[in-house]
């Protein structure tokens, strides 16, 4: 089943790309509604715009006088969203941290992709924390998104080693390439039901068995 994607970004666009790119491709079967971006000049609307996608900006200014101005700027983000009929959201890049406001619009319907091996690292700098700290192995996390930053359960992990003579640049690189895989193929996983959740654990049930036989506590996403 095709699923309507609405993507959150506030930079650079690269993972809004690789999901564009992945259903170009054919190994992703959804469509991008909306990007939506939390800073006018981010590039990934830029992007959005080169590909014929509504791309907009939703200014948080507005909303700074509200008694929570955090949750109504996602109040008014779902709106956008609803309106253009998105089904699942992917924070891809989105620099700001997601209240209940958006959370229970969209209940296992919003992904994020972190750039660590989670739950180390979480917030930001993910990359340089790894390297400060001397972490082997690093890596990304797709997650779903719930209340805790970065705490949602996992989807997908993709490792990468941690080299002697990294910088930040040469890691976050490295990790690029594989959240550029790792995002579209857990959004496929969605598209097609496959996603089973039993508390913290996500599974991915076989292709194409779309009544699973898990155990009643289980949920199919
Ligand atoms: C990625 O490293 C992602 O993991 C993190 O922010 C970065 C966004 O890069 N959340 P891009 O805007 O998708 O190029």
Redesign the pocket.
């Known amino acids: 089943m095709t699923v309507a994607l609405g993507v959150l970004?506030s930079?650079?666009?690269?993972?809004?790309q690789a999901i564009v790119d992945a259903i170009h491709n054919g190994t992703l079967d959804a469509v991008v509604k909306v990007v939506l971006s939390n800073k006018a000049s981010a590039p990934?609307l830029e992007r959005g715009r080169a590909h014929q996608i509504p791309s907009i900006f939703v200014d948080p200014k507005p909303f700074a006088e509200s008694p929570n101005p955090r949750e109504a700027y996602d109040v008014a983000v779902g709106q956008v969203l609803n309106e253009h009929g998105v089904e699942a959201v992917v924070l891809?890049?989105y620099m700001r941290i997601v209240t209940p406001a958006l959370i229970r619009q969209f209940p296992w319907k919003i992904v994020?992709?972190?750039?660590s091996l989670l739950p180390s690292f979480p917030g930001l700098h993910a990359q340089r924390q790894a390297l400060e700290w001397g972490a082997k192995v690093s890596g990304?996390s797709v997650h779903f998104v719930t209340e805790g930053v970065d705490e949602g359960p996992v989807i997908i992990q993709r490792s990468v080693p941690v080299l002697e003579d990294d910088t930040e640049e040469s890691l976050?690189a490295r990790?690029?390439e594989q959240?550029h895989e790792a995002l579209p193929r857990a959004l496929q996983w969605l598209a097609e039901g496959r996603l089973v959740q039993d508390g913290r654990r996500v599974t991915v049930a076989p292709a194409g068995d779309l009544e699973s036989k898990a155990p009643e506590r289980t949920n199919r996403l």
């Open positions: 970004a930079g650079r666009g690269s993972n809004f990934a891809a890049g994020n992709i972190h750039p990304c976050s990790i690029l959240e």
